[in-house]
């Protein structure tokens, strides 16, 4: 079946601007994650969703960043007035259920320059 | 809070040659404890995982225990290839939420 998709694949976008990630998870997955790799931070947690519940919003880095899931499906990762330190890749995961025992899968990533 | 510390690479090797990579972790209770690959151009890849204190994970003819009263989780393999070429990645999960915490990773480059 089809894995986790995200787009674009790659955004350039100027220092000010905003810009929208798109993640399209497994068909059926219940959780779903947005997780940030960057040269100097590593891979570092940023929100997670699970079902209708409340999303846990602590791993934002600023109140620049919000992201929603619409239909308990796709979900997309806003990031306003970006700045330079945003240049990063953005991973989404999706998991059957919010639990540990549930592998986490990844998509391609959206690799974000701020130029 | 939780942390991940894996040993700093690169790391190079010959083909069928053995490798070793530490990953040692600080977590509240009883974590799940796995290893992540990621091949140049791809996504991240689950390699195997271990969920309670001496569980051995293996994939791939890759191995890793997970030893609490170390806090450790090293990923192992006996004969490696220039087909496990790619960055490896120890994480946790705790046992009070979901989200994966990550080592730095760790490049691995095997050389014919």
């Known amino acids: 079946g089809a894995g986790v998709s995200q787009s674009p694949s790659n955004k350039v976008t100027e220092k000010g601007k905003d810009v929208e990630l798109r993640c399209d998870p497994i068909s059926g997955h219940t959780a779903l994650y947005w997780y940030r790799q960057s040269l100097g931070q590593g891979l570092e947690f940023l929100i997670y969703f699970q079902g209708n519940s409340a999303p846990d919003k602590s791993g934002l880095p600023s109140d620049r960043f919000s992201a929603e899931r619409t239909g308990g499906s796709v979900s997309t990762l806003t990031i306003q007035r970006t700045q330079q330190e945003d240049s990063a890749v953005y991973l989404c995961?999706?998991?059957?259920?919010?639990?540990?025992?549930?592998?986490?899968?990844f998509g391609p990533g959206t690799r974000l320059t701020v130029t | 809070g939780n942390s991940v510390t894996q040993m700093e690479g690169p790391v190079t090797l010959s083909e069928e040659a053995f490798l070793t990579i530490n990953c040692t972790y600080t977590?509240?209770?009883?974590?799940?404890l796995f290893w992540y690959v990621q091949y140049p151009g791809e996504g991240l890849q689950l390699l195997l995982k271990a969920t309670k204190a001496d569980d051995k994970g293996s994939n791939k003819g890759f191995e890793a225990t997970y030893r609490k009263e170390t806090t450790s989780f090293h990923l192992e393999k006996g004969s490696v290839q220039v087909s496990d070429s790619a960055v490896y990645f120890c994480?946790?999960?705790?046992?009070?939420?979901?989200?994966?915490?990550f080592g730095e990773g760790t490049q691995l480059t095997v050389n014919p």
């Open positions: 994480a946790l999960i705790d046992t009070s939420g979901s989200r994966l915490t």
């Open positions: 977590a509240t209770g009883y974590p799940s």
């Open positions: 995961a999706s998991s059957l259920y919010r639990d540990r025992n549930y592998e986490q899968y």
